[in-house]
């Protein structure tokens, strides 16, 4: 059964704040996923903590988000796309900066040095040239907070973008299709590459608008879409090793994009996850625990391993050590994001606004 919306009601659906709202929460749920996933170690375990599956997420997200600050532009396109870029440098380059340098005075003057756990830190056997400690801070190495790889695609996906919508602009659905299935086969050519491979992602996000326009399901259909997509998308990693990486990619990349059309569509909420206070929590600061949680991690790890609570996690079963390393240690890394978030992320959010090349898209939100 296929029901249809009346072109204003479409409309409303599309700029309903509360919708936006599920979608933070979602981002805040992969922002925990990725924590997990860096806290266990067991494949089956990743079935729930798939930190791969949720990078992919945040990309496909972002792919949707930015398209949407993207059709609410007015001005030139060369304008457009330069307030976009300095919108974009101030909401990702401040945080990852000042979380760079942290990390790096951690590395430089590392205090555990010499216990048991320092084999399972990567900042104790760390060794990296000068050139290499500046590319750091550039985006161009990530052997300080690993995690940051994705920051690069992301940097590449929000210059990519703009030009995409452009060129898009000029095509109709069947010129998308092709589009985006040329980016998709560029991402099965052989070779190293995380940007070549998970760009084509950033547009499918992008396109997630336009399918909205189509007649709405009834809700019953969305919440079965979203059950399969979100099966699909936590498994999709179990392709791997037969099927190889891009195919894997390209699986969970699809299944986002039907959880997110699904959620804005249907307003579905993962059965009152997306509704509860703490991802809500977790989805304003994901930023920040994205970049920040590497090194909390390692912190409280050793300090815990070092505690008198070190008598429980040698008695107890490895499973149970791991998890109750995760829950004491969640509520430091949503701390230390939370601090991020207020005194680095939203004060550099509102100066990239007042400070922008003109004021004519002051009005776009800082996503």
């Not at 990078?55 to 532009?73: A, K, P, W």
């Not at 299935?181 to 992008?206: E, H, I, K």
């Not at 409280?300 to 995760?326: D, E």
Request: hydrophobic fraction near 50%; include cysteine.
């Amino acid at each position: 059964m296929v029901e249809r919306l009346p072109a204003t009601a479409k409309s409303q659906q599309r700029t309903n704040p509360g919708f936006f709202i599920k979608l933070e929460a979602l981002r805040g749920v992969a922002a925990l996923m990725v924590v997990g996933f860096h806290a266990f170690q067991d494949p089956w375990t990743r079935i729930l903590f798939n930190g791969g599956a949720a990078v992919t997420l945040f990309f496909v997200l972002s792919g949707y988000v930015l398209g949407l600050s993207l059709r609410r532009g007015s001005g030139t396109m060369l304008h457009q796309y330069c307030l976009f870029l300095w919108h974009r440098v101030f909401r990702l380059y401040p945080a990852y900066f000042i979380t760079t340098l942290a990390f790096w005075i951690y590395w430089q003057w590392y205090p555990f040095r010499g216990g048991d756990l320092v084999s399972q830190s990567s900042f104790a056997n760390l060794q990296l040239n000068h050139l290499q400690q500046i590319e750091n801070f550039l985006f161009l190495h990530q052997a300080i907070n690993p995690v940051t790889w994705s920051l690069k695609v992301e940097m590449a996906g929000s210059i990519a973008l703009p030009l995409l919508h452009l060129l898009s602009g000029k095509l109709r659905w069947r010129g998308w299709i092709l589009l985006l299935s040329a980016m998709v086969l560029l991402s099965f050519v052989p070779g190293d590459g995380n940007t070549r491979r998970c760009l084509y992602m950033f547009y499918l996000g992008y396109l997630i608008a336009d399918i909205e326009r189509l007649p709405k399901f009834a809700d019953r259909a969305y919440s079965m879409i979203t059950c399969i997509a979100v099966v699909l998308f936590l498994t999709a990693h179990f392709l791997r090793e037969s099927c190889g990486l891009p195919l894997e990619l390209l699986v969970e990349a699809v299944s986002a994009a039907g959880i997110i059309l699904c959620i804005q569509a249907g307003g579905g909420s993962l059965g009152g996850l997306l509704n509860h206070p703490w991802t809500h929590f977790a989805g304003r600061v994901s930023y920040s625990v994205f970049l920040s949680h590497w090194m909390t991690l390692d912190i409280a790890s050793q300090l815990l391993y070092r505690s008198p609570l070190q008598i429980i996690f040698q008695h107890c079963p490895v499973y149970l050590s791991i998890w109750l390393k995760l829950l004491l240690s969640l509520p430091i890394v949503l701390l230390v994001a939370a601090a991020l978030y207020r005194w680095i992320e939203v004060p550099f959010i509102k100066l990239g606004k007042m400070s922008g090349p003109s004021a004519g898209w002051r009005s776009v939100k800082a996503v």
